[in-house]
C-alpha cells in the first residue's frame, strides 16, 4: 500500500510540476469557494455521498462562476476503504463564449477512497475517475446541439494534525494539507492533458467526533485548453463535512 501510494503522489506531483513548468499566459483570479459534504452509513457495507459547492467568479465576491451538486452510492470494503459511483450536475455560469446563459455539464463519477488513521495524524487518499458531458455552445445567447466528452483523472492527497492536547476533540482544531492533482484524457483533449493542481493550507474546528469545518487558502493552478494560458485562483475556502452512522449500535 505504502509503495502504491507512493509512486501515485510521485506521478502525479511530477504531472503538476511539468505543467507549471510549461507556464507562457497566467491569467490571476481571486475566489470564494464555499462546500457541503455529506457521508451517510446506513450498513456495513452502503452509504451514500453527497457534496454541493458555489464558486464566485471574481474579486472574491463578484458574481458567480460554478454550482456543482453530486451524488452518490457508496460500497464499504472495510471501514476505511470505500468505493463510490455517482451522478453529478455541474452548471457553468455566464462566462467569457457564452454571456448571456448558463452551460450545463454532466458527470458520471467513481471512486476509491481510504483513511488511515493514527494517534496524531489522519491521512486520506481518493483516486476519481469522471466522465463528463459539457453541453456545446453556439454564441452568446444560444446552446448548440450536442456534448463535449472527456475522461478527467483526479488524486486527491489530504493530511490532518491535530492542534490539542486530544486529537481530533470536539471543539478543538487541527492543521490541514490538501493537494489534489487533475489529468484530462480522451480524444477532445489536444493541450492540456495536464489540467490543474488544487493545493489547500488551511485549519480545522471540529465540531464533534465527527463532523468539521476547514478554512483557508487554496491556489488553484490551471491549464487552459488552448495549451498555452494557464489560470492562477486565489481562493478562500469554507468546507464542511457531516458524516452520520444510521447503523444501530
Known amino acids: 500500500m505504502r509503495c502504491r501510494n507512493s509512486f501515485l503522489l510521485l506521478v502525479f506531483v511530477f504531472t503538476a510540476y511539468f505543467g507549471k513548468a510549461q507556464t507562457k499566459n497566467i491569467s490571476h483570479l481571486n475566489q470564494v469557494w464555499i462546500g457541503y459534504f455529506n457521508q451517510t452509513r446506513f450498513s456495513n457495507k452502503w452509504g451514500m455521498w453527497t457534496d454541493i459547492h458555489l464558486r464566485t467568479k471574481e474579486n472574491f465576491v463578484d458574481n458567480l462562476s460554478q454550482s456543482i451538486t453530486r451524488l452518490g452510492l457508496t460500497h464499504y470494503l472495510t471501514d476505511n476503504t470505500k468505493l463510490t459511483f455517482g451522478y453529478a450536475f455541474v452548471n457553468q455560469f455566464p462566462g467569457d463564449n457564452h454571456a448571456n446563459i448558463s452551460q450545463p455539464e454532466h ?71 490538501n493537494d489534489e492533482v487533475h489529468v484530462n484524457f480522451g480524444k477532445e483533449i489536444v493541450y ?57 449500535k
Open 107 to 177: 458527470r458520471i463519477w467513481q471512486q476509491v477512497q481510504w483513511h488511515n488513521k493514527y494517534p496524531r495524524l489522519r491521512l486520506m487518499q481518493w483516486l476519481r475517475l469522471e466522465e463528463k458531458f459539457r453541453h456545446k455552445v453556439l454564441d452568446n445567447d444560444h446552446l448548440a446541439p450536442g456534448y463535449n466528452y472527456n475522461w478527467k483523472l483526479r488524486y486527491n492527497l489530504f493530511f490532518n494534525v491535530p492542534l490539542n492536547k486530544k486529537a481530533f476533540a470536539p471543539n478543538t482544531f487541527s492543521f490541514v494539507l
Open 192 to 248: 492540456n492533458y495536464f489540467d490543474q493542481n488544487r493545493f489547500f493550507i488551511g485549519f480545522s474546528y471540529h465540531t464533534n467526533t465527527s463532523n468539521n469545518i476547514q478554512f483557508g487558502y487554496m491556489n488553484q493552478f490551471q491549464q487552459l485548453a488552448t495549451g498555452n494560458n494557464y489560470k492562477s485562483v486565489d481562493v478562500a475556502r469554507v468546507f464542511y463535512f457531516h458524516n452520520l452512522d444510521l447503523r444501530k
